[in-house]
């Protein structure tokens, strides 16, 4: 892993779609990549509306995105990069979810439990989170931060061999 170290704010006035797109576009250009190698970049931005909620600051931060998200539909958008020393493939997934309404005493116990820290939107949906979120119309890999279904056609039409091929 070799993590490409770009400015990840968003631009005045972006829209969550388009600046996913950015970021993920900008981590894909930042990387060096060699004849016989690629690189997989992605990004995921939770948007309720326009707005961005990116990966909270603190505790504070955390209920505050939770509290927004209670009871709403947002969406999630994880754009995914796959680059090649000739080009640049990309794929955006979109997917709704909803999320029940949360009690203080649920946002507490998730806030005391650590697991918002680092996540876009505060929550993971593949961890104790999960359990506020009754559906998602879209894909749940995507929301987890890697759509592996659309990332393997990407690799595929890169030239990686995701499928076999690799004895």
């Known amino acids: 892993m070799r993590p490409p170290d770009i400015d990840e704010t968003p631009l005045k006035g972006e829209e969550p779609r388009a600046y996913c797109r950015r970021v993920t576009r900008a981590k894909a250009e930042a990387m060096v990549v060699a004849e016989g190698e690629i690189a997989l970049c992605a990004d995921t931005t939770v948007a309720l509306g326009r707005r961005i909620m990116g990966k909270p600051e603190d505790a504070g931060e955390a209920a505050q995105f939770l509290h927004l998200l209670s009871g709403r539909r947002h969406t999630v958008i994880t754009c995914v990069a796959v680059r090649t020393p000739a080009r640049v493939l990309e794929r ?67 030239g990686y061999p995701v499928y076999g091929g690799w004895a």
Do not use: C, H
């Open 92 to 158: 955006e997934v979109v997917t709704v979810v909803k999320m029940k309404r949360l009690s203080n005493e649920e946002v507490n116990a998730y806030l005391a439990s650590g697991d918002w820290q680092g996540k876009a939107g505060a929550y993971a949906i593949q961890g104790p989170a999960g359990a506020f979120v009754p559906w998602i119309q879209g894909s749940y890999t995507g929301v987890m931060g890697l759509p592996v279904a659309e990332t393997a056609a990407l690799l595929n039409a890169a």
